[in-house]
């Protein structure tokens, strides 16, 4: 083996074996944030916490007792202000940024801005499709339908799934329809009937309006009639919006008086969703099927 | 090669002063000047890993923003099925394990071995009461009323269609923050390991303290938007 220079060795008196680039060994000493310090971020979190928690609830309460709307920016901003300040006394104090070098701010603080760009460019997107022309405007659809995994795009059933399919109903709206189904079944066993027939159904769907305004009562909050409420079961069950006698005191009629007045009149076909964006192609009626009380009609943009 | 690994002298004993792993016998790695170097190194490393995981979640509040900006109803609706009382409890939860983990951090620059432990303790436990909360009182009851995500809801009183969207957003944020929950649990869970076993975090050497830390605070900053969000934005 041939001798190369590393192998001269040449004693340095001022070579430290344990420290070859003579940088000093050791810690300089990190910050060590106080015990007091750390005891004071957590009640100021704790503190914001309960702030904004107090500002929501009020503000519910400010819409509930004198009936006004407060405009919705007002609660994102508040919410997010004070999310935004606990996260800075988190990042500063008990993530320890403020006494840290600042390369790991400046890295925190680039992606911060990223997600800004994120946010700010996909809002002024979707916030301004109409700028340029009205067709592209971003129309919110009654969406939801759960076709889509069990179906192929042209329609055939792959069978992969075990969940019914909607019939490009949403699903919120199917599932309704399969609640008051289920109780118009058993309304109509106890009449010893197999299928059932009209006031079955009507029952059925007093009972679910019934359950679903209660819902309300329940929480303390004024029932406001559903827009998928069609036979307006708000009234007939005796539901007001203001009614002077109290939340508490909301009386019903009885279930037979609704049945009786029940119209004998078609069921709307709602939640057609062309997808999240709305191109229109879902509007079309040939793809509806019957639904279980068999008397369609579908209200949709395109035939109006 | 055999006769390398036959070489390799006994480990004292685990927890005994000359034990490698004990704080005072960790050196750093050849290409890094001093531990302050390999400190700060593995420090700025985790700071560029949470960056990645705030691009994560900023993914799911986009979509949250999206979806809000396109069905307003939907949203009302959905934050109404949702308990602030549950939400503010965890919250409180999660901020007072973010004081725990950061005085531990604390009692390992002191060489405090014992506060250590019990810090990481008190942080476990409120990992878990977050979970219990979360189980308890939210998935379960939710769940089992059929307010799942969304081709799976199958809860009838919906007040808008668009309800199972917020409940996809409402699972995915709160879930994928809940596997967070869980990853950093586990990591404390092995700094709590080798605190109790090694002793082998001290003044100069607690790295890994420092860095799990950082993360548990990462689950923190991320419910402190996520509850807003949810259940406070009505």
């Not at chain 1, 007792?65 to 988190?90: C, H």
């Not at chain 1, 792959?158 to 109780?183: K, V």
């Not at chain 2, 390398?4 to 000047?33: T, V």
């Not at chain 2, 983990?101 to 008190?122: D, P, T, W």
């Amino acid at each position: 083996m041939a001798h190369s220079i590393d192998d001269v060795h040449i004693p340095n008196p001022d070579f430290d074996p344990t420290d070859p680039h003579g940088t000093g060994q050791g810690h300089h000493g990190h910050h060590i944030i106080s015990a007091r310090t750390l005891m004071t971020i957590l009640l100021i979190l704790l503190f914001f916490t309960v702030l904004t928690v107090a500002l929501s609830r009020g503000e519910v309460w400010i819409q509930d007792t004198f009936d006004v709307i407060l405009p919705q920016w007002l609660n994102v901003i508040i919410a997010m202000s004070i999310a935004t300040v606990k996260a800075t006394l988190v990042c500063a104090y008990f993530m320890g940024l403020r006494f840290d070098k600042a390369l790991n701010s400046i890295i925190m603080l680039i992606c911060i801005a990223a997600v800004i760009c994120f946010l700010f460019f996909t809002a002024i997107d979707l916030g301004n499709r109409d700028a340029i022309s009205p067709l592209r405007a971003t129309v919110p659809t009654p969406g939801g339908t759960g076709e889509g995994l069990d179906k192929t795009r042209d329609g055939i059933s792959t069978a992969a799934s075990p969940r019914p399919t909607t019939n490009r109903m949403a699903i919120s709206d199917f599932r309704r329809l399969e609640r008051i189904n289920e109780l118009a079944m058993v309304e109509a066993a106890e009449h010893q009937r197999t299928e059932p027939n009209e006031a079955d159904i009507a029952a059925g769907e007093a009972e679910f309006w019934g359950h679903y305004y209660d819902d309300y009562v329940k929480k303390g909050k004024h029932p406001h009639r559903h827009e998928y409420d069609e036979h307006n079961y708000f009234e007939k069950l005796h539901y007001a919006h203001h009614d002077a006698s109290g939340i508490g005191s909301v009386s019903r009629t009885s279930l037979e008086n609704v049945y009786a007045s029940s119209p004998n009149h078609s069921r709307r076909l709602v939640g057609l969703t062309p997808g999240l964006f709305g191109d229109g192609s879902g509007h079309s009626d040939e793809g509806h099927a019957e639904d279980h009380a068999g008397d369609d009609h579908a209200e949709t943009d395109s035939d109006h | 090669m055999a006769t390398i690994d036959a070489q390799k002298p006994d480990l004292p004993a685990p927890g005994s002063k000359s034990h490698p792993l004990y704080w005072k016998n960790r050196g750093f790695a050849h290409h890094f000047r001093n531990a302050d170097e390999q400190f700060d190194a593995c420090k700025l490393g985790m700071w560029l890993f949470l960056t990645t995981e705030v691009l994560l979640f900023a993914g799911i509040f986009c979509a949250y923003a999206i979806f809000r900006m396109l069905y307003p109803e939907a949203w009302t609706a959905g934050s109404h099925h949702l308990d602030w009382r549950f939400g503010g409890l965890n919250t409180i939860v999660l901020l007072f394990s973010s004081w725990t983990v950061a005085s531990g951090v604390r009692a390992a620059q002191m060489g405090n071995n014992k506060a250590l432990i019990r810090n990481l303790i008190i942080t476990l436990i409120c990992a878990a009461l977050f979970v219990f909360i979360k189980l308890k009182f939210e998935y379960i009851p939710k769940l089992s009323m059929g307010k799942a995500p969304g081709t799976f809801f199958s809860y009838p009183y919906a007040h808008d269609p668009h309800e199972p969207l917020w409940w996809s957003i409402y699972y995915i944020g709160t879930g994928i923050h809940a596997l967070h929950v869980f990853i950093g649990a586990g990591l404390l869970i092995w700094v709590l390991v080798r605190a109790i076993r090694y002793e082998a975090y001290g003044p100069t050497e607690y790295t890994m303290v420092e860095t799990s830390a950082l993360y548990w605070h990462l689950v923190d900053l991320v419910w402190i938007f996520l509850f807003p969000l949810l259940y406070l934005i009505h």
